[in-house]
């Protein structure tokens, strides 16, 4: 199984500031998710990466995948009240040999709270 | 809806009784999948479907658990005899049925075992 470490467990900000989260996994990422989730709701998909190196933006937020991909980032510019919530990395597996699907092995979140 | 929908939102129901979870897939999404999340457990795959067949089933935590999905499309997931240890949000995901292809999520049952 894929085991995931997520940092920091928890996170407070001032509006404005900038932050990052990581995500380590103990296996090699073939396919990296980043979720977050609001108490009481589903997971809204953030981005997914796939190449070492690749890096990709939607708004305030940035992710990157590293070369050894091993290890992704979370990095949010500028941050606002609206990026409070549980932020979750999910890397993908083969269900199993020759399967087209992949399950989802998570951590264990990080929880962002961004004070005005 | 353009989502995916599962209901009950909430269930709060007695040790013992059974129970049955709904989840909608988005419309043209051939996979499903079931997750579960506990406090201090995360979030735990259970069961997938690929159309209407489930062919690893070893996920769920106890046989007291089955799914089904008919048509291709509507899943249910029913819980028999409910412990309390079952008291979880149960999150149902759907995807194109490919490989690196993200899965949407609802926004899950949440299941509280008296």
């Known amino acids: 199984s894929q085991e995931l470490e997520q940092s920091p467990q928890s996170l407070i900000v001032q509006e404005g500031k900038n932050l990052t989260i990581n995500c380590t996994s103990s296996?090699?990422?073939?396919?990296l998710y980043w979720y977050k989730q609001k108490y009481g709701e589903g997971l809204i998909f953030l981005m997914m990466l796939q190449k070492g190196g690749e890096e990709k933006s939607h708004e305030k937020i940035t992710a990157k995948l590293d070369e050894k991909k091993q290890q992704s980032s979370l990095h949010i510019t500028a941050s606002q009240p609206s990026h409070a919530g549980i932020y979750l990395c999910?890397?993908?597996?083969?269900?199993?040999?020759?399967?087209?699907?992949?399950?989802?092995?998570f951590g264990r979140g990080t929880q962002l709270t961004v004070w005005p | 809806g353009a989502g995916v929908s599962q209901s009950p939102s909430n269930k709060v129901t007695e040790k013992g009784k059974d129970v049955e979870l709904r989840c909608d897939p988005i419309s043209g999404h051939t996979a499903l999948y079931w997750y579960r999340q506990s406090l201090g457990q995360g979030l735990e795959f259970l069961i997938y479907?690929?159309?209407?067949?489930?062919?690893?089933k070893s996920g769920l935590p106890s046989d007291r658990f089955s799914a089904e999905r008919t048509g291709g499309s509507v899943s249910t997931l029913t819980i028999q005899r409910t412990q309390q240890e079952d008291s979880a949000v149960y999150l149902c995901?759907?995807?194109?049925?490919?490989?690196?292809?993200?899965?949407?999520f609802g926004d899950g049952t949440r299941l509280s075992i008296l």
């Open positions: 995901a759907s995807s194109l049925g490919v490989y690196n292809q993200p899965q949407h």
């Open positions: 999910g890397a993908e597996q083969p269900i199993d040999r020759g399967s087209t699907l992949g399950r989802l092995y």
């Open positions: 296996k090699t990422l073939y396919g």
């Open positions: 479907f690929q159309g209407n067949s489930a062919p690893d």
